[in-house]
């Protein structure tokens, strides 16, 4: 089955600094890729998705890059503020037929340093 | 559209006795998934339903676990003769059905088991 690595674990960024998140997937046949930021104590939110006919996906300061090939997609923030801490997860899967089981990476907690 | 909501936010109860939780999803959508989340961790995929039906089961939903969704909109988990490692975030999501379509997820219900 599907299997998702998350690096790093944690990331410490100087505000205003770039922060970049990176995971690998095992399944080959995965097409679809979520990012989902989540607070302490609050449900995890989607930010940013891209699906595996596109290579790249921008919304302002958050892009994700895909590469197929390798099986591996990023997470890039710029101009990091003192609201993007949090953990930052990824997520894999296939879809099709009536499977949609999302496997999700062990996280990325960001830390922005004032 | 007031998102997808959880009931109780937390619930506390000894060993061995039964717990429900319900989730309300967002209205139009049809699909609906049960995640667990331990601290420090990535939510774990439990099931999912498509209306009424339960489409998926994880090998982690033990016989204890049971979940319905009678009529296709709200969904109830129940966990009986509960265990210490039944502890953790019980997070429900919703989406649309079709490829692709990204899960929004409720706040979660904290289950502490003493």
């Not at chain 2, 039906?53 to 909109?73: M, V, W």
């Not at chain 2, 990204?102 to 904290?110: E, I, M, V, W």
Request: include cysteine; glycine fraction near 8%; charged fraction near 25%.
């Amino acid at each position: 089955g599907e299997n998702v690595e998350q690096h790093p674990s944690t990331l410490s960024v100087q505000e205003g600094d770039s922060a970049v998140i990176k995971c690998t997937y095992s399944d080959s046949a995965s097409n679809y890729f979520p990012w989902y930021k989540q607070e302490l104590g609050k449900r995890p939110q989607l930010i940013i998705d891209i699906r595996s006919n596109v290579g790249e996906k921008k919304d302002q300061r958050i892009a994700v890059t895909l590469n197929k090939t390798a099986k591996h997609f990023s997470l890039h923030i710029t101009e990091t503020q003192p609201e993007d801490s949090a953990v930052y997860f990824c997520a894999a899967t296939h879809f099709g037929d009536s499977n949609y089981q999302l496997i999700w990476g062990a996280g990325t907690k960001l830390i922005i340093k004032p | 559209d007031t998102g997808v909501s959880q009931d109780p936010r937390h619930k506390i109860t000894k060993r061995g006795q039964n717990v429900t939780f319900r989730c309300d999803p967002i209205s139009e959508h049809n699909r609906l998934y049960w995640y667990r989340q331990t601290l420090g961790q990535g939510p774990e995929f439990l099931t999912y339903f498509q209306n009424e039906a339960q489409l998926e089961k994880s090998r982690l939903l033990s016989d204890r676990f049971s979940a319905e969704r009678p009529k296709g909109s709200f969904s109830t988990l129940e966990i009986q003769r509960t265990e210490q490692g039944d502890s953790a975030m019980y997070l429900c999501a919703s989406s649309f059905s079709g490829g692709g379509q990204p899960q929004h997820f409720g706040d979660g219900t904290r289950l502490s088991i003493l």
